[in-house]
């Protein structure tokens, strides 16, 4: 028989056969958060408006498929972000997250879901300390203060009675003893008020909400290499919820990648850049939340089409950036899609 004759009879794959092969899954879910009203944040509803886009949470992960996230969002709730970066890790093999400027708080939190994470020079993730807001209050508080309070005072106390005693012990007659015995009961009178202040279930409360973000930013660091990493995620959502001194300290790109060791890469080598700036500048000078699933294939280099004279055709409109071809830019960007 001969060899040609085999090879088909064997089933191995012709030239036709190939042709045949479909692409693998690439999406790019624009999450653009740069509005008011429904769909500024993220939240449940959010969360279950991109699922159903995405196709449900039956749809079974395709070899080879990726999403590209472009965020900009101030965060929300940590735990639908959370289940959104679950979700986006059991849908697709490869995420990747992109961000030009914002990814703050709770969309931090989503953002350590991913493969690799562009960020521009500029960009910024952000701590992971819960916030709450009081009746009475128009600013955010940060739980971490509840949680640290009692310590905080107990430190300040402790400080403050090393340094009077040995200015009481250098400046009177009294003894070694009698100095401890008066700094000690000073330390006390000074600090009951402020104990008195604080209350215990709210600072467990605290306490909790904060272990919460850390042990969802861990599980979401280590899905790819299980349990074993899971000891050092956990390290590093620690810093990401207790080391840093205020809610919007500005994380950058060399800091998230030398001292937080995340997986971050600079956006001067993302592919689609400039589809994703285009679509970017539209969207945060009309300030509006774009929510919506695109297919990546949208944004490949286009043909020209050319006449007889090697000229290109000019009654199509020209909806490209530096030869990449992106219809979806301007109808994505001026009607606001999604939420």
């Known amino acids: 028989m001969p060899e040609s004759d085999a090879d088909e009879e064997a089933g191995t794959p012709s030239e036709g056969d190939h042709a045949d092969v479909e692409p693998a899954e690439h999406s790019i879910l624009v999450l653009l958060q740069m509005g008011s009203g429904p769909g500024s944040s993220l939240n449940r509803t959010v969360v279950q408006d991109i699922i159903q886009q995405m196709g449900g949470l039956s749809v079974t992960r395709s070899a080879g498929s990726r999403v590209d996230v472009w965020i900009d969002s101030p965060g929300g709730d940590a735990h639908a972000a959370y289940k959104l970066g679950l979700y986006l890790r059991s849908r697709y093999e490869t995420v ?10 709770a969309a931090t939190l989503l953002s350590l879901s991913a493969d690799r994470i562009y960020m ?19 600013r955010m508080r940060s739980l971490l203060d509840t949680a640290e309070s009692i310590d905080t005072i107990f430190t300040q106390a402790f400080v403050n009675a090393i340094q009077a005693g040995g200015y ?14 008066h700094v000690l009961d000073f330390a006390a009178q000074f600090s009951r008020p402020l104990l008195e202040q604080i209350d215990p279930i709210a600072v467990n409360a605290a306490n909790t909400s ?5 042990e969802y930013g861990a599980r979401l660091l280590s899905y790819r290499s299980g349990r074993d990493g899971l000891a050092r995620a956990k390290s590093q959502t620690d810093q990401l919820v207790r080391q840093y ?10 800091e ?5 060791s995340l997986p971050v890469v600079d956006i001067e080598g993302y592919e689609l850049l400039a589809p994703l700036e285009d679509m970017y500048s539209r969207v945060q000078k009309s300030e509006i939340n774009v929510i919506t699933l695109l297919d990546a294939s949208q ?3 286009s043909a020209t089409t050319s006449n007889d004279e090697g000229e290109s055709d000019g009654d199509e409109a020209d ?7 992106h219809p979806s830019v301007n109808s994505v960007a001026e009607s606001g899609a999604g939420l």
């Open 96 to 105: 990747v997250f992109v961000i030009m400027d914002y990814a703050k708080s």
């Open 120 to 138: 521009a020079p500029a960009a910024e993730l952000g701590p992971l300390d819960t916030q709450e807001s009081r009746e009475g209050e128009v």
């Open 168 to 181: 009481v012990l250098t400046s009177t007659a009294l003894t070694r003893e009698q100095t401890i015995a």
């Open 210 to 214: 904060l272990n919460v973000a850390s």
């Open 245 to 254: 001194p205020t809610h919007g300290y500005v994380i950058d790109r060399d």
């Open 256 to 260: 998230a990648r030398e001292v937080l």
């Open 299 to 301: 944004f490949q280099p």
């Open 319 to 325: 909806d490209s950036v530096d030869g990449v071809q």
